[in-house]
């Protein structure tokens, strides 16, 4: 985002074209800077993580800064804009303070773009979880996935994606209980007079002919309201981003600020690995004003697969981490008093 | 000072520090709810000189503990699980029961999820003086709070935190009592966990903390004798296993769950509604519900599936084609059951005969019914909320083993509710012997599938049955009349000069004289009913210069002395008016507001709040003005007195003017009210002459006599009414508390329609109350003059009850008073006794700009709250205080059966049933009932039955719907009962005694 001069732009492109190339902060080209990532950050959201990527470890200043929240609500299905099975809705916001020389419009738009990507990517039905559902055609869970961009300083939208990965692997959906009322025939026939069993045969005959006695599911209750729930089902197909930049013959990772300024091509590659599986493509874009082919797309695709498990697996570990810390090790902190 | 210190905690404790959980709302959206937690260290463990908690914290406990149980020497305190304030409240509240409480806040917390009244008994329980009760805030205390473990139900959760606290309590009570040098080692005090949950108790055991159940426990005290009969069925459980349980047949069918339940009222499938019992006859009952015009109705034991009277309830309604009508005969649970025995009331072949008879009774009518009658018909299906309380009984002699009259062994007897509306409760007790022939409290713990009857448990006994003092309690009790004497943090509200207060000298510094007008030399005069000792109207009458007149109303300035949010306000709107009895008045407002401050008594000074008109010659008002004002009222007449006064042509002066001047002002107003189509309705009203204030003795029963005076100020009362609604109502749309009469629904007059035209050929036009009115006027018997008033009195019970409201809370085409034909209303001129004047007063102070109006007044949810509980107390006092008339109307029939032999009245019919007929005497404004032991021939189309004369030979008598025949009237006593009950045979057209 931020404005370079030529000049500015020529040196950059040179230093990381040269032999062995050169990065201002010294790192080789698939290396990340630091990222740091905490969980379970609003506790009023059903799920939440911040993300930072190069964040000055004395100071705390500096560096790419993503906090993402998922927070449920209960919709009707058919009658409002629920859909059966639940789904996922996701925004990006920006903070004016992460871009400050951008105009409200232009702000507008590139939380929009934003947006867009993160939302066709996770939205998507096939990895909808399957526990949004409380009551089959009635009633769903709508999952609201905001993210906010506190700073940007470079690799945005790997940070958005992590953050966003660790708030839905965060998320904890209540448990629900569906609860219905059905007239029993059979049950009432004991309860009335026996005077009246020409009646109640023909109330037999009925019901037993009747095959048109659905199940009618009203309303669900929450059987256990001190309880968070349960995690979103198949919370490890959340994909993560990895952002390949482009300049001709080589490509790097993790770009700061002016690096991105001095690419002209992105490649985004939306990759989820599931253990049993191999390595599933999610989607990919491509950014920028410069041209590409498909040949070059393809072995990009595989390097980033690599890079992609890389991130991938950093992740997990951390995400595990952050799920004993919160939970366990606090309990043993607090008898431990 | 304490000194107050925040700990910021970082987020990683955000399990420890914060509790979490999830509300789903009433339009089914699911909240997340966090709650912050500070755990602190110096909450104090409130015993006695513990050296280890500060020593400035207030104590409750002794140091020593309890010493007298027998299980416990060295002393103890109880610490309760929360069970045991579910099932055993009665035991803890009981006199006898004495030990130090220590009550956690989790337990006080889940009493709250689980039950608000008992939670509200506990919250009592703990600010009384007598009892030694600790609450001890567990939750907050480092040491003892407690975090949810996973997977860890909530129950095992706050049992663990029980556990924890009573472990802390031991340890801590040790460090308190350090052995002292020189002295024997006294073990220290033990807190005892009380409960009757079997895993916890044995959880308990392996931890090491002393634990005992509520019954074991009891056993153990000095007093236990008169303590076990307090516990609860609910408790006892495990220590009766001798009846084989799982032998037992179910009579009724299971609940469903509650859920299912709200799921299914949701749907539409279900409908819920207030149980109501038919007094007449206890196998059947209605529930009034939305869906439909009629209630349905629920026949037979199975189907009202242990509903009892007031329960909100859940009913299935069946299909159209097994809807039934309601019965037309009395079946009397007593005569019905006389021989079940409360011991072997479970047993098979009991169980079938009484079934037999039951159903017997039952299907004699429904067979041959009319289509047209039919309502919908359905069956209890679950229960919303109880509303249990505890019932006035009496135990019922004939079901006391008779081999053990004289002992104290346990034995289960049956006690007969005082009310018609519920079922007899079978409890267990030592001292059945001792209980008969008094009058009982008793509450109802549970009812389960396989038991035909409730089970209770005795609270305590009244006294005597037919004794006054009983009865007047047992009446206060059973219409829920709040009659404890004014505790001292009300009285304190009281101005400190007591029965010496007086209005000040005028003077502008003085806060009472801040915009108040001087009315002082006005001629106001009070009339109010003879005895009357809580004055708060007063009023006047005089001719202006320019020709019109002013008058004025003047009432007891009650908000003067009783503020918004003190003690004495929230008593007062809980207490929600005044209760007259035959001799005794539960009062709403402490004695010397009510008889003396507040009293506008003769010839001192009060303060008041006026309403001021000026009129026309022809009562037209010109303009109205609302004003503070103290007033020195001239003289207080009764009714009668000032009746005289005006007639007397001898006397002229100011006064005597004045009330001639009132009265023609009241003709008019009468008129005019008449015009625009004001209801003329009459209600029984007899008046109990007592012998002596101090013996009490009913000695006669008479009708009131109405003066032209009671209708003076009663239709100054409404104008004064009329006019601060209309004024409240223009300066707070959303809050005024207003009082209305919707009209009554047509089909609530069908039945008097049917019978009026049937009988006496005449017609009922209810298509607005002035049509009524008019239709009732013609309602006449030139034989019989008395038979307009029956009419009136008839057509008053078809109508809908007036109540109060908030003007925000209902559209204002419904505000409208139906019997006053008047748009709008409310109650100003009675604050003495009823709270909603004493908002009413509120509001009006503030519209004229006097106060600034308190912030509680312009919630729309707390006036309404409030207009709830007004509505039901004021039902509730109304009849309490027509069930006082009742009883003393039957000592008063007793005292002249006794003098006279025989005591014949005349009565209407009013009712017909096929084995009876339902009367109404008017002379006594007594209704009853008159059983034949066999069936008449009974034309339920007509309303009309058939008895064989009692001369032989002769031709059947037919008796109708508003015959007039003559009762003879007895009163006897119940035997099973003890209860003193009116009995009424017929003497004329035929002596019933034959049949």
Known sequence: ?337 | MPEITILKRPREEAVITQRMFFKKTARGKVIKVLRERYLRDDISCGVDGCRVCDASAQTVLSRSGDTTHKNFPTGHYILPDTNVFLAQMDLIESNYFTPPIIILQTVMEEVRHRSLPLYSRLKALTTTDELKVWVFYNEFRSETAIVRENDETPNDRNDRGIRKAAEWYNAHLKLAHPPIRGQPNLAPPKVVLITDDFANRQKADKEKIPCISVRNYVDGMKNSDQLLDLLSATGSDEVEPTRAVAGRTALYADYLPMSTLLAGVKAGQLHQGHFNANQYNYLEGTVPVPAFTKPVLLVGRENMNRAVQGDVVVVEVFDEREWKAPTDEVIDQEATLKNDDAEDSEEEGDDLMVHEHESKALRAEHTKKAPTEKQPTGRVVGIIKRNWRAYVCHIDSTSLTSSNATSLGLQTVFATPVSRLLPRIRLRTRQAPSLVGNKILVTIDRWEITSRYPEGHFVRTLGKAESKEAEQESLLLEFEVPYRPFGKAILDCLPPEGEQWVVPPKSAAIPEWRDRTDLRDLIICSIDPPGCQDIDDALHARRLTNGNIEAGVHIADVSHFVHPETAMDSEAAARGSTVYLVDKRIDMLPALLGTNLCSLRPHVERLAFSVIWEMTVDAEIVDVRFTKSVIASKAAFEYGEAQLRKDDPNLNDKLTQSIRLLNSLAQKLKAKRMAAGALNLASPEVKIHLDSSESSDPVDVEQKALHETNSLVEEFMLLANTSVAEKTQGSFPQTSVLRRHLPPPPTNFEKLQDILQKRKGLKLDVSSSGALADSLDKCLDPKEPAFNTLVRIMATRCMLSAEYFSSGSVSRDTFGHYGLASPIYTHFTSPIRRYADVLVHRQLAAAIGYTPLHPSLHSKMHVERIMEVVNRRHRMAQMAGRASVEFYVGLALKGRNEREKEVTEDAFVIRTFRNGLGVFVSKLGLEGLVMFKRDTQFDAENYTISVPSSDIGQPDVTISVFDKVTVRIEVEKDKNTQRGRVKMTLVSPVDSRAL
């Not at chain 1, 069993?197 to 019901?207: F, K, Q």
């Not at chain 1, 919370?235 to 700061?256: E, G, I, K, M, S």
């Not at chain 1, 600020?257 to 049993?276: G, I, M, N, R, T």
């Open chain 1, 1 to 337: 985002m931020a404005s370079i001069s030529k000049a500015e732009k020529a040196y950059v492109q040179s230093s990381l074209l040269s032999n062995p190339p050169l990065r201002a902060d010294g790192r080789g080209l698939i290396d990340f800077r630091t990222i740091a990532l905490e969980s379970g950050i609003a506790p009023i959201a059903n799920g939440s993580a911040r993300v930072s990527i190069g964040t000055n470890a004395q100071d705390g200043g500096g560096g790419t800064e993503v906090v993402a929240a998922a927070k449920l609500e209960v919709e009707s299905v058919g009658d409002g804009e629920g859909v059966d099975g639940g789904r996922v809705v996701c925004s990006v916001s920006c903070s004016p303070t992460a871009y400050p020389l951008l105009s409200p419009n232009a702000l507008d738009d590139l939380q929009h773009d934003m947006t867009s990507v993160l939302n066709a990517t996770l939205s998507h039905p096939t990895i909808r979880p399957k526990n949004l559902c409380i009551l089959p055609g009635r009633k769903s869970w709508l999952l609201n996935l905001d993210v906010i961009v506190f700073s940007d300083a470079g690799n945005i939208f790997d940070a958005i994606f992590m953050a966003a990965r660790a708030a839905l692997w965060d998320t904890k959906v209540p448990r629900t209980k569906s609860v219905q009322y059905r007239a029993k025939k059979s049950d009432r026939s004991d309860a009335t007079q026996a005077m009246d069993m020409d009646v109640d045969e023909t109330a037999h005959v009925g019901s037993a002919l009747d095959t048109r006695q659905t199940i009618e599911v009203a309303d669900f209750e929450l059987p256990d309201y001190w309880d968070e729930g349960e995690p979103l089902n198949g919370r490890q197909a959340w994909p993560v981003c990895l952002t390949l930049n482009l300049l001709p013959a080589l490509h790097f990772l993790d770009a700061t600020l002016q690096e991105e300024a001095s690419v002209p091509l992105k490649l985004l590659v939306f990759y989820s690995f599931l253990s049993d599986a191999t390595p599933l493509l999610r989607g990919m874009r491509l950014l920028g004003t410069g041209v590409s082919d498909l040949v070059q797309v393809n072995s990009l695709l595989k390097d980033g697969e690599k890079y992609a498990r890389n991130v991938w697996l950093a992740l997990e570990g951390k995400l595990k981490d952050e799920d004993l810390r919160r939970n366990q090790k606090a309990r043993e902190r607090f008898l431990n008093r």
